[in-house]
């Protein structure tokens, strides 16, 4: 199946630093994806991208849908204790279902005070 | 954004037994729902496709006997795990499509079968 390459797989930080993870794709994706997950809950629904170069934030949150539909990035600024947890990207393959979504590996996120 | 709930939320059981976990979506209604699975430190793992109004999709190594699924209106789905052991043990999480490409989770199922 459909392949989603998310890098890094953790992270340590600083509170108040910058956060950069991505996913890449070998196939093109129409849907672009962000969630974050906290320990023993389901994931929660941070952005989504539906075209090629789109550019979106939710607060200090922003992602990006690459214009080659194979990547996206989801950058954090400024971060803070409670952006800890694991951040998945997710999309939708061009020659997938309508509503199945393939998941990357996620992305551990811890901010050391 | 939309609101999708599983009750319960934890349960233990003697193995053995039957479990069913049930998914709702509160405001929206959705002719598709999505289970996954999830093991500690690893990514979703899909294992069925729940269909209002017709049979399951079971992915590759599920087993639909093991796992029955019924998707009794537009806004419930429900995961039967029968006869569970302890190998079944798992976070069980479902979610649905609010629009054609965006999926939002429930909060998740920990099942735990002594």
């Known amino acids: 199946g459909q392949q989603l390459n998310q890098s890094p797989q953790s992270m340590f930080i600083q509170e108040g630093e910058d956060v950069s993870m991505n996913c890449t794709s070998s196939s093109i994706f129409n849907t672009w994806l962000w969630y974050k997950q906290e320990p023993g809950e389901g994931p929660v629904l941070l952005i989504a991208?539906?075209?090629?170069?789109e550019l979106t934030s939710n607060g200090r949150l922003t992602a990006q849908f690459g214009i080659t539909r194979k990547d996206s990035f989801l950058n954090i600024s400024a971060s803070i204790p409670s952006d800890v947890g694991i951040y998945f990207c997710?999309?939708?393959?061009?020659?997938?279902?309508?509503?199945?979504?393939?998941f990357g590996s996620g992305t551990q996120l811890t901010v050391l005070p | 954004g939309a609101v999708v709930s599983q009750h319960p939320s934890r349960v233990i059981c003697k193995s053995g037994t039957s479990v069913k976990i049930e998914c709702r979506s509160l405001?929206?209604?959705?002719?598709?729902m999505f289970w996954y699975r999830q093991f500690p430190k690893q990514s979703l793992m899909l294992m069925a496709t729940?269909?209002?109004?017709?049979?399951?999709?079971?992915e590759q190594g599920v087993e639909k006997d093991k796992f029955l699924i019924n998707h009794a209106s537009l806004t419930l789905s429900t995961l039967t795990v029968t006869s569970a052991h302890p190998e079944d043990s798992s976070f069980y999480i479902c979610?649905?499509?609010?629009?054609?490409?965006?999926?939002?989770f429930g909060p998740g199922t920990r099942l735990t079968v002594l």
């Open positions: 729940s269909n209002e109004g017709s049979k399951a999709t079971y």
């Open positions: 405001d929206f209604q959705a002719t598709t």
């Open positions: 979610s649905a499509p609010e629009r054609v490409d965006t999926q939002y």
């Open positions: 997710a999309g939708r393959p061009r020659s997938g279902s309508a509503r199945q979504l393939t």
């Open positions: 991208l539906y075209k090629a170069g």
